[in-house]
């Protein structure tokens, strides 16, 4: 079952797509700019850009003749949501289980 956040996360698993992300913070970026500083094709810059604007982590907007391409703050924000809590959960388990664990170490002394 899919999760929010889920497909962020699987859109940021390849590197290539984590590098356009990172060239992104810098500001909006045509795909011939993202191509030039990437080891891959403009073709392939595309299809990532595809991939990360489905997922909800970048938009696009027309400028003249080019696709202006930016970091889609919503998409960001909702990814970070999804690993805070994830964190959040993670770290109440760790608790409970260490309270547990040191009860029942407690109980067993005499």
């Known amino acids: 079952m899919a999760t929010y956040g889920s497909e962020q996360l699987t859109a940021l698993a390849d590197p290539s797509r984590r590098a356009i992300v990172e ?5 909006p970026r045509a795909v011939g700019e993202l191509a030039a500083t990437l080891p891959i094709s403009r073709p392939a810059v595309s299809q990532h850009l595809k991939v990360l604007k489905e997922a909800g982590l970048v938009t696009d907007r027309a400028e003249g003749t080019k696709r202006l391409y930016r970091l889609r703050p919503d998409g960001i924000a909702a990814l970070r949501a999804y690993l805070d809590r994830m964190w959040s959960d993670a770290l109440s388990s760790f608790a409970r289980q260490a309270e547990s664990t040191a ?3 407690g109980s067993e002394q005499p």
Request: proline share 0%; no cysteine.
């Open 103 to 105: 009860e029942s170490e």
């Open 23 to 27: 060239a992104l913070r810098s500001g």
